[in-house]
């Protein structure tokens, strides 16, 4: 796009949201300091780097495509994060798994791995100036084959991944005191089962134990802030899942800990943006999981639809952005996985800046007096303003690709780096 044409549009932006209260330079600078934690599963379908070929195993989620080029090495993924982040404006963190440390070529068990094994990702994230957060990785392993990890029945196993669990909160609190911002650790496990269980009582309170044995371990809050993230169910998992939403949500707030609204983790009906307002009111703060669910699917990339709107829109409305920790959990092999992370990213973005832009103090007012048919009707109107004139312009003062200028850049990544990974 041309730079006098990304103005001329800009400017006939502005005077339009103006009209309505709305100062479009003040959402911009707000935008800037929205951080997205960006998933680092996306580059290499949820494969990891415990040993070469790993591919994601069990655990109730799966990928499905094999579009060529992923990350078959810790290099090639962060030259594909550092392709990804060239392309996206505002403050970006990286989200890591368990699974994706540095172990040298030798098999680093799960009860085993330190704060070591992600030294060069500490290193490289200070380099970049961005914060890290970190998941415990409780799938994908053959103590995880029978579908129960922190709520089995076998005490070996179960110490095993309280063990991990553990551990992964200590690498998490490390991130965060060496870069001075800190980290958020997400615990998800697939426990769950294919049919209807007859004691889900005794399961829910082995995981409770089990949380309560992680969690007796203390961080200070500057370093590291844990969540605890739900599902409805997974492929395997479909009758019950011991880690369900009610599990968690009363867990977060007896402890004082994030709970992870995960939006492909609810039935099809269920709106998460609704959800917000009153969690808000019993923890600190939140931790999002922004996907796109379909049908049975959790995982697709996420795009600009009602769902996310609301998240985005029941956060600034509430003005809660500050206490709401933005991350995303998509991961699709059918199509280019750089351009997964920058469409999905750009629609997380611009959701939020569209409820930025919203006229909220007007709407207020019409809602208090009872217009509902002025709330109605420019809550309508809002659709067909040029919001999109104001994220290219964001993108361009940020020195990043506008409009549709990314998509070129990304099939000449593809031509010149990923085709060639054979
Ligand atoms: C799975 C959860 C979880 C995972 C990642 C890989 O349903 O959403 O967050 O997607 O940990
Ligand atoms: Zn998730």
Redo the contacts with the bound molecule.
Sequence with gaps: MKKVDIERAYKAAKEQYAALGVDTDKVIEQMRNIPISL?CWQTDDVGGFEKPGAELGGGGIQVTGNFPGKARTIQEMRQDLEKVFSLLPGKLRLSLHAIYGEFGGKLVDRDQIETKHFQGWIDWAKKKGIGLDFNCTCFSHPYADDGYTLSSRNEKIRKFWVEHVKRCRKIAADMGKQLGIPAVH?I?IPDGSKDTPVDRSTLRKILKKSLDEIFSVKYPKKYLKDSV?S?LFGIGSESMVVGSHDFYLGYAVKNNIMI?L?N??FHPTEQVGDKISSILLYVDEILL?L?RGVRWD??HVLTLNDELLLIAQEIVRAGALNRVNI?L?FFDASLNRIGAYVVGTRSAQIAFMYALLEPLKMLTEFEIKGKNFERLAYLELMKTKPFGAVYDYYCMKSGKPAGEDYIQEIQKYEKDVLLKRK
């Design positions: 998933h997400n998800w993230e599902k992870t995960d492909g983790h999981h996907t959790s995982d991350g959990d």
